[in-house]
């Protein structure tokens, strides 16, 4: 399809991040077109997503965007009706030996300094908050009650709803294939199925977002590497936060799991080293080493049934950290990029934000987080919590 | 109620034990499962729904889905699946289990690796045919099936089958050819099989993830692959679909003729293709009452012989017609029925409502060849046979098996492997659906004779090959061709009956004139049972199609080993009709009447989604809104996320969509995912399971 009259922006990638800035364009009085090489929204990245959603980053600019997605995914049945499943159930990193809690502990004094309500708990005061840990060798860990967790299935299709209520158009099935210049600035878009005229274009593209640079001639520095997820059979409530274990063993770094609104238990881990590559389809390696871990960590899930495995791609960039800005060298192009698997707890802040870069109503704060976010910083600091 | 006597399948149990359940105490049987062992005590809701509080039962009894959760000594299982034991505390799964409290992980080990040439998953008749020709050949093979015994499907035959006598067993039961089957993997040292063994997964690292014997995890890795996993029932949507007694086939004849409970007392059948109808004949076999059978379409899909059964039993056959609801507050009580018009669409007015406590769903069979897929898809060198390649009788999955076992010979370059080409087309014909149908032909003039009952073409040759004049013809090139009984060369019929005890339709009868011609003897297979008829019984004489002839006494009734369980029952009849008679009904016929007065469904809802009670109606506002990706009617109404993994729901909803005018080429499909079924992380672990 073409359409003559221009858009006021066409966003790449119907996804954690893409749909939630369409909505803000178009609350913003924006003319949006979306456009998705999938078949309907939320069907890359986020529906591999489990749902964790925490402002506790090591990172300022991120504590920023966390604090801010709390606050959207809280508020958003009450404003806008849709049960998104938000439970603000905290997080919870546990520490078995004193390297974690030497981590943990360091951390602690950043996030603090930002006002993020987390705290160091013993052993006993941990097994108050999440009875069923393994006690043997538990030092203790950290707990930010504040953070929680959602569907990302809902709450993105929930954006989608109230996006396209606002006005803005999706249009799934279209890869892009080219987007126009002239000038040195951005003058329309090419789908396999059409073209479109204008003058901003966004790209949240995920883990697909280097080809869609490579349209303005660009590299951005995001490489995908995947990690695998599973859900269990629903049992009632028995466990309220996310629970981080960082303890690297061979094969995994880390692996967190929390129980969903549904009573289902969702899990994940990441790989170490990492799978670098889109490969999404599932191994017969993932099963046994998250089983071990999980049931080690939770003696209590070792008669939980599994249902369903897959994997999905993170997003990353050289320091664990989203590129999010302007482009210097082309005009309207725009990053939201590199989300490094936290397209879900990023997006709606990151597309609030974009929002506001594309009306040109940034306040200072976002100034910060832009200068942090930039695309063309030096990538020198490493994000601790990945 | 359990059964205590059947006509074909031996019945022998063990000591009783108790069990409770929901505090009641309840018998059981040594090897009963839990769900076996409910239904024998009249108990057929297993708990409750935690969305709506609707009454969950049985649905698959094949270990699939998750309808029948029980908490068992406190952990959630499927009742199809676990066997019972003395002293067994079961209660119902009323909203969501509790998941038990552990203090300390158990022992875990490392995941045991397997490296074997060949890996077939099924051990029904393709995957044991397969095996077969692969340990022939002495190639190592390791056959894993889900079930306690070897023959899929077979194991639930109580009929002798069609087909090819010299190709695969035609004439004999299906239970039987089972145990020669079994015998014959057995045979075969370089066989190795794994029973009580499900296929969970097969991954992009070209392992397949089994759950050995219920209780260990291992992963498998083959140089090839056979998928022989068999098919899967389809669901239909009407009200009431969901009520406990509404199952499958597959479901029905599991617990009356495996675990030999009488699982209905009165039944209704809805599709007329022999999945149905054979199943209805299980049911006549096992003592329950088949109200009735409805299929939409003009005339029966399934061979024309296995509908006659049913109506010389006095079932009617309602065709044109289709289910409107289930009706019943905790089960079935009522099905209501209507005509529909010749877009398939109920007639109003035209509704009748039975009172019946089962209602059976034959509507046709999906391959289960998710694993074939996803093997296929990761570049693992696999193969597909039976119905997981192509639905068809059981006789088509021994040929196809056969050959697939041949193929993976070849692919593994072993030498001097060919498929005979006659294979190929046996294969072929074996998968043939009924062809036309031709007048039966005048009777020949002699003292004694069969009579074919059969006018249709289908794949069947037992008669031609048991008659020793050699005086029923087939054409030898086409076991599909109409049998007919040709006297020729002086020979003629001696009257050895072997025709009639061969036939798997029951439809081949011997008129003798010689003690009486003037009331010739006619002799009847019947396979209901030795007890239901003796000397002297006044019976109702019946034609082909159930057509009543008038009454006769029974003049001689003979159950002999040589039969094979097969009766034949001998009338004198008027000359005159003597041709015509094809059955007998004992007694008055039964005869459910409709109700009087058209009966409200308690609920308007078609669920689309078992697992996750989903509604049509939910679905169908999303498909008018314009989705035609299932993943996102998934991702927002949940269904396809239950248990059972979208395998019912998916083909519903398929179908929903093109009902709502989205063309097959716009819709999306679920993204299939592991695991096959749902299996505890301490066995990922490497922990053991105690089943």
Redesign the interface.
Same mark, same amino acid.
């Given at each position: 399809m073409t359409r003559s009259e221009p858009y006021d922006a066409v966003i790449i990638g119907a996804g954690s991040v893409g749909t939630p800035a369409a909505l803000f364009l178009a609350q913003a009085g924006l003319d949006v077109l979306v456009l998705d090489k $999938?078949?309907? &929204? %939320?069907?890359g990245s986020n529906?591999a997503a489990i749902g964790g959603i925490r402002a506790t980053h090591s990172d300022p600019a991120k504590i920023r965007l966390g604090q801010r997605t709390i606050e959207i995914l809280a508020a958003w049945e009450e404003t806008h009706g849709q049960d998104i499943e938000w439970r603000s159930g905290g997080y919870v990193f546990v520490a078995y030996t004193p390297r974690e809690e030497l981590i943990l502990k360091d951390l602690l004094v950043v996030q603090q300094a930002y006002g993020l309500g987390i705290e160091w708990l013993d052993a006993r005061e941990l097994l108050e908050i999440v009875p *069923?840990l393994?006690p043997?060798g538990l030092i203790g860990g950290t707990y930010s009650p504040g953070d929680g967790h959602c569907s990302p299935?809902?709450a993105?299709?929930a954006f989608y709803e109230e996006a396209r209520r606002e006005g803005a158009s999706f249009r $799934?099935g279209e890869q892009v294939t080219g987007i126009e210049l002239r000038e040195g600035r951005v003058r329309g878009v090419r789908s396999t199925r059409g073209r479109y005229e204008t003058r901003v274009v966004i790209n949240a593209a995920g883990p697909w977002a280097r080809a869609v640079g490579e349209l303005v001639g660009l590299d951005h520095p995001v490489q995908p590497d995947s990690h695998e997820a599973g859900v269990?059979?629903? &049992?009632?409530h $028995?466990l309220d936060p996310m629970v981080v274990d960082i303890r690297p063993i061979p094969g995994s770094s880390n692996c967190y799991f929390h129980q969903l609104a549904? %009573?289902q238990v969702t899990f994940c881990i990441t790989p170490q080293p990492p799978i670098v590559g889109e *490969?999404r389809?599932?191994? %017969?390696?993932f099963?046994?080493m &998250?089983?071990?871990r999980? &049931? *080690?960590l939770m003696?209590?899930?070792?008669?939980?049934?599994?249902?369903?495995?897959?994997r999905g791609l993170y997003p990353m960039t050289p320091d664990g950290s989203p590129l999010v800005g302007w482009a210097q060298e082309v005009e309207g192009y725009a990053m939201a990029i590199g989300m490094c698997g936290q397209g879900v707890m990023l997006g709606p802040s990151v597309g609030e934000l974009l929002g506001r870069m594309v009306t040109g109503g940034l306040v200072p704060e976002d100034e910060e987080i832009l200068d942090a976010l930039s695309p063309y910083r030096t990538f020198a600091a490493e994000e601790a919590l990945r | 109620m359990r059964l205590n006597r059947h006509p074909i399948l031996p019945i022998d149990r063990e000591e009783p034990f108790r069990f409770t359940f929901d505090g009641q105490e309840l018998d059981a049987y040594p090897g009963e499962t839990i769900a076996a062992a409910l239904f024998a005590s009249g108990i057929r809701v297993f708990g409750h729904h935690p969305k709506d509080g609707s009454p969950q039962g049985i649905f698959c009894a094949n270990g699939q889905c998750a309808q029948c959760l029980v908490i068992a000594d406190g952990v959630p299982v499927k009742a199809c699946t676990t066997l019972v034991r003395a002293g067994m505390r079961v209660e119902p799964a009323d909203g969501l289990p509790e998941l038990p409290r552990a203090s300390a992980p158990p022992q875990m080990k490392e995941i045991e690796r397997v490296e074997v040439p060949v890996l077939v998953i099924g051990g029904g008749p393709a995957g044991m045919s397969a095996a077969i020709e692969l340990g022939a050949m002495g190639i190592r093979t390791l056959l894993v099936d889900d079930k306690h015994r070897l023959g899929g499907k077979l194991v639930l035959q109580t009929h002798r089958f069609f087909g090819s006598r010299d190709a695969v067993y035609a004439g004999t039961r299906g239970i039987d050819i089972a145990t020669r089957l079994d015998q014959e993997v057995r045979a075969h040292p370089s066989i190795e099989v794994w029973l009580n063994s499900t296929a969970l997964a097969v991954y992009s690292d070209h392992v397949v993830g089994i759950l050995r014997a219920g209780r260990e995890y291992v992963l498998v890795a083959p140089e090839v692959l056979l998928v022989a996993c068999g098919a899967r029932e389809r669901s239909l949507l009407f009200k009431g679909n969901t009520l406990p007694g509404v199952y499958g086939a597959g479901a029905f004849q599991t617990l009356v003729n495996r675990d030999l409970v009488r699982a209905a007392d009165r039944l209704f059948i809805v599709g007329g293709g022999n999945v149905g109808l054979i199943a209805g004949y299980h049911a006549l076999q096992a003592g329950i009452e088949v109200v009735g059978l409805v299929e939409a379409l003009p005339e029966c899909g399934g061979y024309k012989v296995h509908r006659d059964k049913l109506a010389r039993l006095g079932v009617p056959i309602y065709t044109s017609h289709t289910i409107l609801s289930a009706n019943g507050r905790d089960g079935v009580e009522s099905v209501t029925i209507a005509q529909v018009d010749d877009r398939l669409q109920p007639v109003p007015g035209t509704e009748k409502t039975f009172p019946c406590d089962t209602v059976l769903v034959a509507v046709g069979l999906d391959p289960v060849n998710e694993f074939y897929r996803k093997a296929h898809e990761f570049g693992m060198r696999a193969f597909a046979a039976g119905d997981a390649q192509e639905i068809a009788e059981a006789s088509a999955a021994i040929f196809s098996g056969r050959i697939a076992g041949r193929r993976i010979a070849q692919a593994r370059g072993q030498p001097g492997v060919e498929i005979p080409p006659e294979w190929e087309r046996m294969a072929e014909i074996l998968k043939s659906k009924p062809g036309q149908r031709g007048a039966p032909p005048p009777p020949p003039g002699e003292d004694v004779f069969p009579v074919l009952h059969c006018h249709e073409e289908i794949p069947c040759n037992p008669c031609a090959s048991v008659c020793p004049q050699g005086l029923i013809r087939i054409d030898p090139d086409d076991v599909r061709k109409r049998p007919q009984y040709l006297p020729t060369d002086g020979k003629a019929c001696l009257g050895c009956e072997r025709c009639v005890v061969v036939c798997p339709g029951l439809a081949i009868t011997l008129v003798d004139h010689r003690k009486d011609p003037d009331r010739p003897t006619v002799t009847l297979p019947h396979e209901l049972g030795r007890e239901a008829v003796e000397v002297g019984t006044q019976v109702t004489l019946v034609g082909e199609e159930g057509e009543e002839l008038g009454e006769a006494r029974v003049s001689s009734v003979r159950a002999i080993d040589r039969n094979d369980r097969t009766v034949l029952v001998q009338v004198s009849v008027p000359a005159a009709v003597a041709t015509r008679v094809a059955g007998f009904r004992v007694g008055t016929a039964w005869r459910t009447a409709p109700l009087p007065e058209a009966v409200e469904p308690l609920t308007e809802d078609q669920i689309l989604c078992r697992c996750e009670r989903v509604t049509v109606g939910e679905v169908r506002a999303l498909i008018r809104r314009g989705v035609k990706d299932m993943n996102e009617i998934k991702a927002v109404t949940r269904a396809g996320m239950g248990a059972c993994g979208g395998k019912t729901c998916g083909p519903l909803l398929q179908r929903l969509l093109r009902e709502e005018g989205v063309p097959p080429s716009e819709i999306t499909d679920y993204v299939g995912r592991p695991l096959f079924v749902e299996v505890p992380l301490l066995l990922f672990a490497g922990a053991e399971g105690d089943r």
């Open positions: $999938f078949p309907s &929204v %939320g069907q529906k *069923d393994n043997r299935l809902l993105c299709h $799934f269990t059979e629903p &049992v009632t $028995f549904s %009573g *490969d389809r599932e191994t %017969g390696a099963l046994p &998250v089983a071990r999980m &049931v *080690d003696p209590r899930l070792a008669n939980l049934r599994v249902r369903r495995t897959w | -």
